[in-house]
T-cell receptor, first 114, second 111 residues
Framework: GAVVSQHPSRVICKSGTSVKIECRSL??????MFWYRQFPKKSLMLMAT?????????EQGVEKDKFLINHASLTLSTLTVTSAHPEDSSFYIC??????????FGSGTRLTVV | EDQVTQSPEALRLQEGESSSLNCSYT??????LFWYRQDPGKGPEFLFT???AGEEKEKERLKATLTKKESFLHITAPKPEDSATYLC????????????FGPGTRLSVLP
């Protein structure tokens, strides 16, 4: 089956620094990748949709300059949290796939900003 | 307004006690309804996709059904390892390939 690898699984960073999260489709080509944020005991909130080779589409209220998304190839998308602050601490999840093929979620990244 | 709701918010069952989880949706142009299982600190794991009213799918102790307004996830004789949060999500024509997730049901199965 389709496998999506998300790395790192956990990261702790200092306030003001940037953190990069990678999402890779290991055995298929993903034309679309979604990035979600999840708060404790809450559901997934879509942050942005990333299509290979084009700019990401951000959901209302999500700062595109703070959450930089790059989808440079059909197997890799990255989310960079720039100038992180404690309120950015959360669980970030990616999903990769393509239409009529289905989408698979990564295992998530727990970001803690101290 | 398009939305997806789930009930109950939390459910505690004794091992072997069957029950159902509900997912209600109000979207225009449903393309698919998806059920996922999520364990703490993990990404969602795909369970089922349903595309049209009347469709049913089964996997081990789980059975998903779909009507024009809601979907049920039936759990027969659950075991403690079925404890997780169950999420439903819909794809609709207005949202392209995006998913709209419900808030989830936290299921606890006690031995």
């Amino acid at each position: 089956g389709a496998v999506v690898s998300q790395h790192p699984s956990r990261v702790i960073c200092k306030s003001g620094t940037s953190v990069k999260i990678e999402c890779r489709s290991l055995d298929f080509q993903a034309t679309t990748m979604f990035w979600y944020r999840q708060f404790p005991k809450k559901s997934l909130m879509l942050m942005a949709t990333s299509n290979e080779g084009s700019k990401a589409t951000y959901e209302q209220g999500v700062e595109k300059d703070k959450f930089l998304i790059n989808h440079a190839s059909l197997t890799l998308s990255t989310l960079t949290v720039t100038s992180a602050h404690p309120e950015d601490s959360s669980f970030y999840i990616c999903s990769a796939g393509r239409e009529n093929y289905g989408y698979t979620f990564g295992s998530g990244t727990r970001l803690t900003v101290v | 307004e398009d939305q997806v709701t789930q009930s109950p918010e939390a459910l505690r069952l004794q091992e072997g006690e069957s029950s159902s989880l509900n997912c209600s949706y109000t979207v225009s142009g449903l393309r698919g309804l998806f059920w996922y299982r999520q364990d703490p600190g993990k990404g969602p794991e795909f369970l089922f996709t349903l595309y049209s009213a009347g469709e049913e799918k089964e996997k081990e102790r789980l059975k998903a059904t779909l009507t024009k307004k809601e979907s049920f996830l039936h759990i027969t004789a659950p075991k403690p390892e079925d404890s997780a949060t169950y999420l439903c999500a819909v794809q609709a024509r207005n949202y392209g390939q995006n998913f709209v997730f419900g808030p989830g049901t936290r299921l606890s199965v006690l031995p």
